[in-house]
């Protein structure tokens, strides 16, 4: 690739991680500023990824997310998925709870991959798909938590189901990807578990990496 094609490349990535960090729209001039790139560049990155739907113009001229990144995310989640299982089928067997991964959607997690234990007699049956608040529940939480810097495990207690203990941790590492991998049971969980769900997050960032 010629260097002027690999630099406008990066440029538009730039562009486009700038406008993905849920901050809102920008103006041109703004987006100059922030980038530290002239405005004839910005406007001539802007015509490009606005003809192929990865931004838009709202009627006050700012700048946002085009719903053609949807479509890139929706590939995605098929591949954090196939990632993660591995990772995950471990975690619930050494555990003997319900492993799974959940990435952050809006202000909501969503479950993209779930493992059931093959060894216990009782376990909680999780959806994938599943949404709930990121206020509620281990997972939720530990998203939470990696915003304000912080990657060990939590636990909580009843927050998404009468009786259901969590343990989940951040997925670190990752500047694309806000995730927490996790398990989740009604019995008693072993002290042990919560080290192990936080190898098992370390486990994917490292085959995502």
Known sequence: MAAESAQTLERGLRLLRLLADGKGGRTPTELSSELSLSRPVIYRLLTTLTSEGFARRDAEGRVHLGFGVLVLAQ????????????????????VGATAHLTVAE??????????????????????????????????????????????????????LQEGARGIAAPVTGLPWLEASVGVVT????????GPRVVEAAAELAAALG
């Open 75 to 94: 590939a995605v989640q098929p591949l954090l998925r196939a990632a993660a299982l591995p990772a995950l089928r471990r975690l619930a067997e050494q």
């Open 106 to 159: 809006g202000d909501d997690g969503l479950a993209v991959a779930v493992v059931e234990p093959s060894w216990t007699h009782l376990h909680v049956a999780y959806r994938e798909g599943a949404r709930h608040p990121l206020a509620k529940g281990a997972a939720g939480r530990a998203i939470l938590a990696l915003r304000e810097g912080r990657t060990d495990y939590l636990v909580t207690e009843g927050q």
């Open 186 to 193: 009604f019995g008693p969980l072993d002290e042990a578990a």
